[in-house]
């Protein structure tokens, strides 16, 4: 049986939040920075993953926001993240793999340095712009009103 955000809602995982164009403005702003940061030369693999881990989670953020939730702070990543199925309809494929990159970010940044490999910092950034791009194709045909300055 699927689960719909309004279930999350009532199980405390999002809470409802009104967006506004200014605060998708801003959240997609951040996606476009990080996205052009990741590619940096003399970026660390580690950094350069992050840095696209965390555009991909500002874009996913925009259309939760845009959806009008908001995750609350027990397992905030992992429930944006997720949401991308609920809310722009993303590939399951690419949540799985985004779950994926969630985990090693987090081991990467707080147990062990050089887990993450520059092949790895690559699909990072790749799986961000294909998020980038779901979702602002997403926001045009659904939520136009967010998208004017």
Request: glycine content about 4%.
């Amino acid at each position: 049986m699927p689960v719909s955000l309004k279930d999350w809602e009532r199980n405390s995982w999002l809470t409802a939040h009104k967006t506004s164009s200014a605060e998708i403005r801003d959240l997609l702003a951040v996606v476009k920075r990080d996205l052009t940061d990741c590619a940096a030369e003399k970026l660390s693999a580690d950094w350069s993953m992050n840095i696209a881990y965390n555009a991909a989670l500002q874009a996913a953020s925009a259309a939760l926001a845009a959806s009008g939730y908001r995750a609350t702070r027990d397992q905030h990543h992992f429930r944006i993240i997720q949401s991308l199925g609920e809310t722009v309809g993303a590939d399951p494929k690419d949540i799985a793999v985004f779950d994926a990159f969630r985990k090693k970010r987090n081991s990467a940044g707080y147990e062990r340095a050089g887990l993450v490999s520059d092949a790895d910092a690559k699909a990072m950034r790749e799986l961000a712009v294909r998020v980038q791009g779901v979702v602002l194709e997403w926001l045009k045909k659904n939520h136009g009103h967010l998208m004017k300055s």
